[in-house]
C-alpha cells in the first residue's frame, strides 16, 4: 500500500547530460515509498532505468528536428499507482511496431523499450496536440 | 568517461571509474574499447566495481566490445559487478553472452 501523493514536474533541454538527473529523481522517489512492500532497492534502480530510457528516447526524437528543443517529464504517485509521462515534440513512432529484442542473438541497440515494457506494467506512446507522450504506468501493490 | 588501464598478469584490466553508463557515455567507453582491441589488447577485462546503474547504452558499449574483441579471437569479461547491475545482464541474458567474475582473481585464474 502507497497512498502518498507526489507530483514532479521537469523540462531539461534534448541533452543527454541530463540523464543522470532525471533518473536520481526516479531513484530518490521509489527510496521514499516507506509503505512499498516490494524490493524498493530494486524499484529504484528500475525506475531510474525507465526514466533514463523514456528520456534519451524522446531527446533522441525530437533533436532530430529543433536542437533547442526541451523535453518534459511529469512523474505522479497517487495511491498505488506510479504514472510517468514523458513529451517529446518529434515526429514520433510507432510502439506497436518496435520488435522484441532476440535475446539469443543480442544487438547493440533495441533495448531500451523492452526494459520499458518488461519493468512497468503499462505503456503507451500518442500523438496529444503538438507533442508525443510515451505514458508509463506501474503499479505500486 | 574516467577509465584507468592495467596491465595485470598479461591481461588488460579496463578499471570503469564512473557510477553510472548511460546514453551520456556509453559512446565514449565504446570508443575506448574498440580503441584497445584495434592497436592489439584483445583480452580485455573490464573491472564494474564502481559501476552503480547501466542502461540499455552501456550493456551495448560492452556488447560492441565483446563482439569485436571476438571477431579478432580475443575476449571481453566483466569483473567486480554490483548486483543490481548484474540483473541487468541477468534480464537481457547478456550474462549467458559474457564471462562474469566476481572480482580479478578469479578472473586471472580463469583468463590468464
Known amino acids: 500500500m502507497c497512498d502518498s501523493i507526489i507530483q514532479v514536474e521537469v523540462i531539461i533541454p534534448t541533452q543527454t547530460k541530463y540523464l543522470d538527473l532525471i533518473g536520481s529523481i526516479g531513484e530518490h522517489i521509489a527510496k521514499k515509498l516507506d509503505e512499498f512492500s516490494g524490493d524498493k532497492e530494486a524499484l529504484a534502480y528500475h525506475l531510474n ?14 533533436t532530430m528536428t529543433n536542437p533547442s528543443d526541451t523535453v518534459r517529464i511529469t512523474i505522479n ?42 519493468l512497468m506494467d503499462s505503456v503507451t506512446y500518442t500523438r496529444q496536440g503538438d507533442c508525443n507522450v510515451l505514458e508509463i504506468i506501474k503499479h505500486l501493490n | 568517461m574516467n577509465l584507468n588501464l592495467e596491465k595485470i ?5 579496463l578499471f570503469i571509474k564512473e557510477e553510472r553508463i548511460d546514453a551520456h557515455n556509453s ?3 565504446k570508443e575506448a ?17 564502481q559501476v552503480r546503474f547501466i542502461d540499455s547504452s552501456g550493456l551495448g558499449a560492452l556488447l560492441s566490445g565483446y563482439k569485436n574483441a571476438a571477431a579478432r579471437s580475443g575476449k571481453l569479461a566483466l569483473a567486480n559487478m554490483q548486483q543490481q547491475v548484474l540483473s541487468m545482464f541477468e534480464l537481457t ?9 566476481a572480482d580479478l582473481n578469479e578472473a586471472f585464474d580463469n583468463e590468464a
Open chain 1, 49 to 62: 532505468l525507465v526514466l533514463t530510457e523514456a528520456t534519451i528516447n524522446a531527446i533522441k526524437h525530437g
Open chain 2, 93 to 101: 541474458r547478456l550474462n549467458r553472452v559474457f564471462d562474469i567474475y
Open chain 2, 33 to 49: 574499447i574498440l580503441h584497445l582491441i584495434e592497436r592489439g589488447d584483445v583480452n580485455i577485462i573490464a573491472q564494474l566495481e
Open chain 1, 77 to 118: 504517485i497517487q495511491e498505488n499507482e506510479l504514472n510517468i509521462k514523458v513529451y517529446d515534440h518529434g515526429q514520433g513512432f510507432d510502439l506497436e511496431s518496435v520488435p522484441l529484442p532476440d535475446l539469443d542473438q543480442p544487438k547493440e541497440g533495441g533495448m531500451g523499450i523492452f526494459f520499458i515494457r518488461t
Open chain 2, 9 to 13: 598478469n598479461g591481461c588488460t584490466v
Open chain 2, 27 to 29: 559512446g565514449e567507453l
